[in-house]
């Protein structure tokens, strides 16, 4: 599509055009992995010219870091509702419900990566600060709803599980995407696939490990308080 | 320094040669971060004009992956001689065994995240092999190394507690080192910065408890054997 069109006028109008930013990002991060996003990429979607992003994010990393802050909404929003008002919940289920939380958002997955590695730290600091804020009440939101859940689950064990559930789940999703010349690797060594195209299988198995060591530090510490 | 040295023309010159652009690189990405490494730096560092590089390296993300993988027997031979004969070693000790090996080498911590992003799928599939073939050999003894040491961890453990310690080293890792802004930030907000700056406590905290987990997987599987 040709850059032809107006500039947005109203606040309304803005609202929508930012919006509009958001969603050419989104498709294009899903579409082709979140590294090779480009700006001229995002507006020739909407079909602007580049400088018309400009007025409403600074650079390609404020773009991508709005959609990793949303992430961290739909994250919570997918993982409380994911556990619900159960009580009791066993090592193995809550970490099926907490891996089908992360591979429900691939996006956000990818994104993880992407906002360590370059985006926070390349944004003015009261955007960096907005984005952290968001990101940690989404993980204390999270941890809450892991206590009250999950069975024989201190808070502590809760953030050890939550810190390796997206540390592990950035870490396993790069590697469940491979190039092509990887698919072709992989397709002549069986191990090698096994071990990078089970995200959620992978995710899973290490976070009932996780939790059971958890919960085991949890008896541990009620049985024999320290002073 | 201008470009001004001759051509490698002997074997052994060449040899000597792609050592000292392996060795620019490791400088640089140290000083930087592995992200900031570019053709152009490594050359100029060593003294030549970037062409003279591609007479040895492909690609940028060649020439990192050929530190990955020096990386990954470093990380091999660091954790064995770490866990040495010992026997029976306890979950704490454990960890901290394996966090201390990983933070004794900081330009691997930041390359496990690169080769996965963005090396191991860029360079032709004969040198994406031989880096998958040298990576799992490492893993591979490593985790021999684990069970044989590691109170009673079997081979599953051993491998849930290697795959948890490279994914979340990775990522603590690139958190663990914020730019000058992010650093600004914790400054003000020390949750953040308790949070960000404690690689190898984190480190260490977290896979106490996923080696703690293991153990008890591997006991459960002792005592109650699947038909």
Redesign the interface.
Known sequence: MPPSKQRARSAQDKELRSKEFLQAARELALERGV?EVTLTAVTARVGLHPSALRRYYESREELLLELAEEGWSSWQAGLVSGLGDAHAVSADEAAGIISGSLEALPLFCDL??HA???L??????ER??RY?TAA?AAYDAMTNAMVATISGLDRE?AQ?VL??A???A???F??SR??A??K??YAT?P??AHDALRFRE?LT??L???????Q??TRELATDPRP
Chains 1, 2 share one sequence.
Request: proline fraction near 2%; charged fraction near 15%.
């Open positions: 590294r993880l990566t360590v590695l370059s926070e730290g390349a944004v003015r600091l960096a600060r952290k940690f064990g050890t810190t390796t997206m540390s592990t950035a870490y396993l790069q590697v491979p190039t010349t990887l072709q690797l060594e191990r090698w992978q198995a290490l009932t490990t996780v939790i059971l060591g958890a085991q530090q």
